[in-house]
């Protein structure tokens, strides 16, 4: 009989459940059968090789107290709430069959009265009468000695938000890549109206022992568990740093312009690794010194708000006899580079 292990976490941080992710990829004994579930609180999860400003509309997020995560994994931009449940499973390479994961979701779905079916490698859908929809997406990762499987259940999630935060704002920024192509999607209460988080939990967990015959050892994590577990620990403070948010973005081109009392201003930022590479100041500001010094002072730096806030500080008792200016042109910079 194989050992079932199944980790239910009671956070909502998406740092804290990816670290997880890693975690167990990296670190847990690959001879078991691993589930985990969980779910974050509204977050953008993007893409190991995606760029942020992009994909995203970050200033959109920072107003409404939308989470940036990043996978490890490649993949497109998806928006996560508390109405979508994500699994995770982890199987010995050599008996990995990603039908046996596809099978334990059906069979808890069926509780429900839902009856899904599989598409291509990664999506489940809903058959439909106008065409079959979206409720799962999933991806795969495997090393010699095992093999994962993660994905979403769209359970209630607000589908009319999707469009809020990974459309980004009309801006002229050109990125070496391509964005993500969103798929027709249903929730699952538009089958199930009732069905939510802890049911789809309970049908899950008693759908994986059935599935491999055994009883799960079960354990919730929390934030407190950062500090019980080093290696997931370590995994967290990776997957929630501004490098690894931002930083772990390949180079691209950001070019902003709009009139300010200073005069017409037309940045063109050259970004790399998250770092302000080169940039141009177009303007016919008054002020070439200003132009020079503002220019010099953000090269190299962080591509962020906080890069910009003590510059134009240091600007401002430069010149204090257009304070005001230079506070319009931070605050309106600042608004264009988003975090």
Known sequence: MQKLKVFLS???????????????????????????????????????????????????MKADNVHLARRTTGGGAVFHDLGNTNFTFLSPKESYKRDNNVQVIFNALEKFGIKGEASGRNDLLIPYHDGPRKFS????????????????????????????????????????G???????????????????????????VDAF????????????LTMASLQQIPEL????????????????????????DDYLSLGFFDFQFQVEDGLIKDLKIFT??????????LTEGLRLKPYRSSSVAPLMTELQSRHPSIHD???????????????
């Open 233 to 256: 620990k370590a995994q967290y403070d990776q997957l929630s740093s501004w490098e690894w948010l931002y930083g772990s973005t390949l180079e691209f081109n950001h070019k902003m």
């Open 325 to 339: 200016g230079l506070s319009e042109l931070g605050h309106w910079l600042i608004k264009n580079i988003e975090i």
């Open 137 to 176: 997406g999933s991806a795969y990762r495997e090393k010699k000695d095992r093999a994962f499987h993660h994905g979403t259940l769209l359970l209630h999630t607000d589908l009319t938000r999707l469009g809020n935060y990974l459309t980004p704002n009309p801006k002229k920024l050109q990125a070496k």
């Open 10 to 60: 009671d956070s909502f941080n998406p740092h804290l459940n990816l670290a997880t992710e890693e975690w167990i990829f990296h670190n847990l004994d690959p001879s078991q059968q691993v589930l985990f579930l969980w779910r974050n609180e509204e977050t953008v999860v993007i893409g190991r090789n995606q760029n942020p400003w992009s994909e995203c509309n970050l200033a959109q």
């Open 178 to 204: 391509k964005e993500s192509v969103r798929a027709r999607v249903a929730n699952l209460t538009e089958v199930a109206p009732t069905l939510r988080h802890d049911q789809i939990v309970e049908t899950m």
């Open 209 to 220: 022992e059935k599935f491999y015959h055994g009883s799960a050892d079960v354990e919730s």
């Open 284 to 293: 016919d500001c008054l002020y070439p010194q200003l132009i020079d010094e």
